[in-house]
């Protein structure tokens, strides 16, 4: 079930209060670089974290901080500017503090504070200028400052990501908010993906837990700009419980589809907001023997430096989509195999067909949303990654030298 | 053992004639396109093909023909500007007629004859040129003729790669030579790697099979580019046994040392013409749980765009080695682990030391062959990776609409 999002953010489903502001992090005048979000009471909490083995200090502090809690939060603090990654001991201690001073000032558990950063990596957090930022943040407050907290999560992205849907459940409304940051950062020169995200229904954390990762699953993790994978990424979820509405089995499918929309809505933010990006690709694998090997060969794909950079330069070159999928390591038959650009077909069942290439070379110049599509000739599994081009910006941003 | 590589090609070691003429398969007036390597006598024969799964109609040939003669080969014959790849069974039939061609010419059976291509993917080969053309490959045959083949074999290398090496097995002076192609290819806009060795040892086809693997596991296998892997690879090896020296267990090690020295020579050689590359990148990574982490670490590093565009940068950013390394899915301990670029150690045992970052900066400017280190903390296995710099003139390179 496809469900429509509604403009919106975390602040959209009721019971969440949100703020962003600037305490000197990053360089520049009026540069927004501390995000709060807080719920009135405390909420259900799930969270998925880098697989990245070097996981950042707040990383680690959160993870211990929703075990600790047994999966509830009153809020999440979030720095962009620096990513408190690879700091050792003094970095942990940074991000405890951060959390400690929070859960002070909201009056709750240090535990029930959960923390994100981003930003430059292997620099010592200015965890004072946090600490003295931190009232502000408090005093900013409010259920109409989910826009602010967008921005204030932002590096060097090009625009804010924020998305909300709505549903009934046990006949009330409910409502899914979020906000994500991607990969366009100059001053940290990594991609760090960090997305929060709001309900006011109540769920068991188990079963909210459940959700996130199913909607993660093909969403966030289905989206790559670079094949880099950060230190920092997070997705985090909270439900307030503010709605009335209790998420049972019953509600749990249309509540994942709707959270599945705004998480898609917010991924794809990341995508179009890539480094140096200037088109929109879904790579979609068929004809795969397993989901799994489907998700792979469209990664291997949608990674394929030869393949984003012919899509930059307008070239229906189906040769790159066919040899990317061939050293995925998967099932593949290259005599029953398949190459779309669009809906134009240039290699069926092991044959070449470029009679249609002018068409696919004019639909790639024309639009900014491509779709390609490769059938592996291998089975009846298949899956959608999306990702960007690349082009000569991505290099220049990514090799500028860091002040 | 290191070997030093001397001045020499395929025709260095005796029993071997090469030529490189030019039949029409490239556009342009006095392009060479067609390579011949003859064995003056049925030679032992090794090769080592690509793992892509949309295996070219060459590769699949030549793997039947080393089947079919029990590892012997009388010739190599090889075309540029056309990779003959998924061009379904016409294409097969193009690779036996081109291998049939030459046999009848040389008075040789088909299966003693190996074949490769590299050039456009998905385009019929023109194997009426190719048959037109061979007379006069034939005719050209020499054995001071190595370099013009090593010119036939290039797509857009901006330069042809030949490497030679001496021992003494046996009390008697042996040679190896070798030529190859690697990645810089507009036309075909597909990586291809090529390389074709030669020795006038005699050696057994399984231990010559042994001692091609070996000697490519730590060059060809530890070379990359951008992380593409061809439909076309191939490396191929003859030994002529015209030295009178025959390769037994005891002459082994010394006779693999100089094959790799000069398989490292012809490699290098692919990285350095590597598609817009300004620097050779050598990725060691140390403190690995087993050899096969290391090379898949090295690996993730050395195919991070992130680390590629950094070091074309000059920005010693080494958070990015660090999660380059934390993404590879290998043992890695952060506590433990360190990073250094040249002689700089900017991080250890877990701790930012960017006091060294100047001189690091420095190091990368200046020099066009960098030297970066990561240990990972969890045992003491290492492996070296060489790659070469990311920059803005690959996108271009490989963007540009395909004529």
């Known amino acids: 079930m496809k469900v429509a999002t509604v403009a919106g953010g975390v602040t959209t489903p009721r019971g969440f209060k949100a703020s962003g502001v600037g305490v000197g992090i990053k360089r520049g005048e009026g540069q927004l670089d501390l995000a709060l979000l807080a ?28 075990r600790a809690s047994g999966g509830f939060a009153r809020a999440i603090i979030v720095n962009s500017g620096c990513a408190n990654a690879c700091t050792g001991e003094q970095g942990l201690e940074a991000a405890r503090a951060m959390a400690a001073d929070t859960a002070r000032l909201l009056g709750c558990r240090p535990e029930e504070v959960l923390v994100a950063s981003t930003g430059v990596i292997g620099v010592a957090l200015p965890i004072d200028r946090i600490r003295r930022g931190l009232p502000s943040a408090i005093a900013a407050l409010g259920d109409d400052q989910g826009a602010a907290a967008a921005r204030a999560i932002m590096t060097t992205d090009p625009f804010p990501k924020e998305s909300a849907a709505r549903l009934v459940a046990g006949g009330r409304p409910v409502a899914i908010g979020g906000m994500a940051k991607g990969s366009g950062m100059i001053e940290p020169k990594l991609a760090t993906m960090l997305a929060f995200l709001t309900t006011d229904a109540a769920a068991p954390p188990p079963l909210l837990d459940r959700a996130l990762r199913e909607a993660v699953a093909v969403t966030f993790n289905a989206i790559t700009v670079d094949g880099e994978c950060s230190t920092n990424d997070c997705v985090m979820l909270l439900a307030s419980g503010a709605s009335g509405a209790t998420l049972t089995d019953a509600e749990y499918p249309a509540f994942v589809s709707a959270l599945t929309a705004v998480c898609r809505e917010l991924a794809l933010g990341i995508v179009r907001g890539g480094e140096g990006a200037t088109k929109l690709i879904a790579v979609t694998v068929t004809g795969a023997a397993t989901e799994d090997e489907a998700r792979r060969a469209a990664k291997t794909i949608a990674n394929s430096p030869l393949v984003k950079t012919a899509i930059h330069g307008g070239d229906p070159n189906w040769g790159r989509l066919v ?31 470029d009679e249609a290439a002018p068409e696919a070379a004019a639909y790639l110049r024309a639009n900014a949303e491509i779709e390609v599509t490769v059938h592996l000739g291998a089975g009846s599994a298949s899956a959608t990654v999306w990702t960007c081009d690349l082009s000569a910006e991505y290099v220049r941003i990514n090799a500028e030298y860091r002040t």
Chains 1, 2 share one sequence.
């Open 323 to 353: 040899a990317a999928a061939g050293r995925a390591d998967v099932a593949f038959d290259l005599a029953r195999a398949s190459a779309a650009i669009g809906p134009m077909t240039l290699f069926r069942d092991g044959q070449p067909h």
């Open 39 to 66: 719920a009135d009471r405390p909420a259900a909490a799930a969270a998925v974290f880098t697989t990245n083995r070097a996981q950042a200090a707040p990383v680690v502090v959160s993870r211990e901080h929703l």
